[in-house]
C-alpha cells in the first residue's frame, strides 16, 4: 500500500501529459490450495494493509448457520451427538473467528438480534474429537 501512495506522490496527474493512467484493485476472497496463493488474516493493527470485506465475500467464507453445521456433522461423523461434549467443543471453537463468525442484525448495535456462521474449514477441529464415517 506504502508502494502506491509512493508512486502516486512521485507522479501526479497531469492533463497536459500524453498518458494518465489510474488503477483499481479488487480482491475476492476463494478458498484455495494452490501455493502461489497469498494467505489473509483478519487483523485489528492499524499500520495492516486495509481490505474491505463485503457481506457476500463473508457469506461465501462462512456459508454454514448453526443448523447446517449440526447437519454436516451428523453426515460426517459415526459417534456424533448434540451432547455436552459437542457444546463444549463448540464453545471453544467459536473463540477464534478462524471458524465462526456472529452477523448482527444491526451492525450498530451490539444488543441487536444475532446469528452465527460457520466456516467448512471449522470440521478439522471437530476431526479430532469425532471419528469419521
Given at each position: 500500500?506504502?508502494e502506491?501512495?509512493?508512486?502516486?506522490l512521485m507522479?501526479p496527474?497531469d492533463?497536459?501529459?500524453?498518458?494518465?493512467v489510474?488503477?483499481?484493485i479488487?480482491?475476492h476472497?476463494?478458498?484455495?490450495?494452490n501455493?502461489?496463493?497469498l494467505?489473509f488474516?483478519?487483523?485489528?493493527?492499524?499500520?495492516?494493509?486495509?481490505v474491505?470485506?463485503?457481506e457476500?465475500?463473508?457469506?461465501?467464507?462462512?456459508?454454514?448457520d448453526?443448523h447446517?453445521l449440526i447437519?454436516?456433522?451428523?453426515?460426517?461423523?459415526?459417534?456424533?451427538?448434540q451432547?455436552s461434549?459437542?457444546?463444549d467443543l463448540k464453545?471453544?471453537?467459536e473463540?477464534?473467528?478462524?471458524?465462526?463468525?456472529?452477523r448482527?442484525?444491526?451492525p450498530g448495535?451490539?444488543?441487536?438480534?444475532?446469528?452465527r456462521f460457520?466456516?467448512?474449514?471449522i470440521?478439522?477441529?471437530?476431526?479430532?474429537?469425532y471419528?469419521?464415517?
Amino acid at each position: 500500500m506504502a508502494e502506491i501512495s509512493q508512486a502516486e506522490l512521485m507522479h501526479p496527474s497531469d492533463e497536459s501529459e500524453k498518458f494518465n493512467v489510474s488503477m483499481r484493485i479488487e480482491l475476492h476472497f476463494v478458498r484455495t490450495t494452490n501455493p502461489d496463493a497469498l494467505p489473509f488474516r483478519h487483523s485489528k493493527d492499524e499500520g495492516a494493509f486495509a481490505v474491505e470485506v463485503k457481506e457476500e465475500d463473508l457469506r461465501r467464507m462462512f456459508p454454514w448457520d448453526y443448523h447446517e453445521l449440526i447437519e454436516q456433522l451428523g453426515s460426517r461423523y459415526g459417534d456424533f451427538k448434540q451432547n455436552s461434549k459437542f457444546y463444549d467443543l463448540k464453545r471453544k471453537v467459536e473463540i477464534s473467528e478462524k471458524h465462526s463468525r456472529t452477523r448482527y442484525l444491526d451492525p450498530g448495535n451490539p444488543k441487536s438480534t444475532k446469528k452465527r456462521f460457520y466456516s467448512p474449514g471449522i470440521l478439522g477441529e471437530f476431526d479430532k474429537h469425532y471419528t469419521r464415517k
